[in-house]
């Protein structure tokens, strides 16, 4: 038996779970017995022994997707998110699919549709990444053929320094980079404004001209904002996309420095 119908719903053998049955829409049933009495129920005509409650929380004030308790094939209870188990009951998990790459995201954002028709097999993004896993692989392809770093970042819709890092393999890497992280011309006892004086293309200027950081705008193209100051013997320059964050970072290394 591999689909029964249970209050109009079809539902099927959950596999590695086969004592259970998960309905289209994600709810539980138990329906192998354990017992001579639980036996004796399905004799009579039952077609489940009991039903599974879903397990709901919320972190931090936000909902977390279904979890429910069931015991595996060899006994072992498990502590196990219902969707992905809905998802390939029904057959929406594809042949490639990787638990630890992919998962399972909900069409109109309610958690607790777990209808089938509502899930979709995505490839998972980490943390605050806009990036799947496919995106860093064509990201590092196009770094290969030499294109610029500014234009991959607006392809993908993310900034210059993101794709700097991935780059040097300090995101979406191994660990270890594999181009030396960029050191400040000169020595900054602040750790983040060393780390980003670092990032700046440098050129030599005589070391009496002291110039505060300013922004120049390209008025054709607002997201083109040039960041120049001169100090300590250097011209440092560096483009930011976001003119937001451009302004807040001047005004830190204008205090730092001036």
């Given at each position: 038996m591999s689909a029964i119908t249970i209050h109009d719903e079809e539902c099927?053998?959950?596999?590695?779970?086969?004592?259970?049955?998960?309905?289209?829409?994600?709810?539980?049933?138990?329906?192998?017995?354990t017992n001579s009495k639980e036996k004796e129920k399905l004799e009579k005509g039952a077609i489940y022994l009991s039903k599974n409650k879903l397990h709901y929380r919320e972190v931090k004030g936000k909902l977390r997707q279904a979890f429910c308790s069931l015991t595996n094939n060899e006994g072992k209870l498990c502590n196990i998110a219902v969707a992905p188990l809905v998802a390939k009951a029904f057959d929406l998990i594809p042949a490639e699919f990787n638990g630890e790459k992919h998962g399972v995201e909900f069409i109109d954002g309610n958690l607790r549709?777990?209808?089938?028709?509502?899930?979709?097999?995505?490839?998972?993004?980490?943390?605050?990444?806009?990036?799947?896993?496919?995106?860093?692989?064509?990201?590092?392809?196009?770094?290969?053929?030499?294109?610029?770093l500014k234009h991959i970042g607006e392809t993908f819709g993310v900034s210059e320094m993101q794709i700097n890092r991935i780059k040097t393999g300090e995101n979406w890497g191994t660990g270890k980079r594999k181009i030396k992280a960029p050191k400040a011309p000169f020595p900054i006892e602040d750790a983040k404004i060393r780390k980003y004086v670092a990032i700046f293309?440098?050129?030599?200027?005589?070391?009496?001209?002291?110039?505060?950081?300013?922004?120049?705008?390209?008025?054709?193209?607002?997201?083109?904002?040039?960041?120049?100051?001169?100090?300590?013997?250097?011209?440092?320059?560096?483009?930011?996309?976001?003119?937001?964050?451009?302004?807040?970072?001047?005004?830190?290394?204008?205090?730092?420095?001036?």
């Open positions: 099927r053998i959950i596999k590695g779970y086969e004592r259970y049955c998960i309905s289209e829409s994600g709810q539980i049933y138990r329906i192998v017995p549709n777990i209808h089938y028709s509502n899930l979709k097999v995505v490839e998972k993004k980490y943390g605050n990444s806009k990036l799947s896993a496919s995106d860093v692989k064509k990201i590092k392809r196009l770094i290969k053929l030499n294109i610029p293309n440098k050129e030599p200027a005589p070391p009496e001209i002291r110039k505060p950081f300013t922004i120049k705008r390209n008025e054709e193209d607002p997201t083109d904002n040039l960041i120049i100051g001169i100090l300590k013997g250097y011209k440092l320059t560096l483009r930011h996309k976001n003119i937001t964050r451009a302004r807040l970072n001047i005004e830190k290394l204008n205090n730092y420095f001036f």
